[in-house]
């Protein structure tokens, strides 16, 4: 492959990754998976500590999962006992990320036809999320509590890079914070460590591209509205 060729195969793979809601059952071979985590792997990370470790739920062990935290989820005061482990977003929203927050909702669930104030339904489809959008494939990550906050960056770039190679497999993706809520649950049915902190999740899989949530594309920011070149 010559170098214009390599360039936009690489581009290719980093702006159609989205985040799926929707996917269809197709299997993902278990050499696939471990196909991706072997390219993925090379992430950069702070003086090579290579903190992540990801725990990956298929057949009968997602199911067994996903319904441990939907009969949680769906019980509003066993619910309310669980609660997400570390601050993923902020605790106070200010211009213009409460915007971002809300136009990436509001547009979801325009999509599906979820009226402003239809809690019963906007429960429904975030609990979507503890089935992993129906992805054949959940993965789980972990850090060990010793580690700091550099070891979150090391983490993200390790997930990007799963989310990357999985599109030169074909496949796609959604990270998920919402899985941090039930991290109790998780370590349990798991049987990870209590040394192990639990960070986020995320569906892989094929993505069923005649569900209308698919069809969500995030509005994204110019260069010049997030950089300042220093010259002088």
């Not at 927050?101 to 509001?106: A, P, S």
Request: proline letters at 4%; one cysteine or more.
């Amino acid at each position: 492959m010559d170098k214009e060729s390599l360039r936009e195969a690489v581009e290719w793979a980093i702006v159609t990754r989205r985040s799926i809601r929707a996917f269809l059952p197709t299997e993902v071979p278990r050499e696939t998976i471990e196909e991706i985590l072997d390219v993925a792997r090379f992430a950069a990370t702070g003086v090579n500590l290579q903190p992540w470790n990801v725990h990956v739920v298929t057949g009968s062990a997602k199911d067994r999962l996903c319904a441990a935290i939907h009969e949680v989820d769906n019980n509003h005061e066993l619910s309310t006992a669980h609660k997400d482990e570390w601050e993923y977003y902020p605790t106070e929203w200010v211009f213009p990320y409460i915007d971002r927050r809300r136009d990436v909702g509001w547009s979801l669930y325009g999509l599906l036809n979820i009226q402003k104030g239809d809690k019963a339904r906007m429960h429904i489809q975030h609990g979507r999320n503890y089935s992993f959008f129906d992805a054949p494939v959940g993965l789980l990550f972990t850090v060990n509590r010793v580690m700091q906050q550099g070891s979150l960056l090391d983490v993200g770039m390790f997930m990007q890079n799963i989310m990357v190679a999985a599109r030169a497999h074909g496949l796609d993706t959604c990270p998920q914070a919402a899985f941090m809520k039930y991290h109790k649950i998780i370590s349990v049915e798991l049987g990870i460590p209590p040394e192990e902190m639990f960070i986020v999740g995320m569906s892989l899989g094929y993505a069923d591209t005649e569900k209308i949530e698919n069809t969500l594309i995030t509005k994204r920011e110019g260069v010049a509205s997030f950089t300042k070149f220093y010259c002088k």
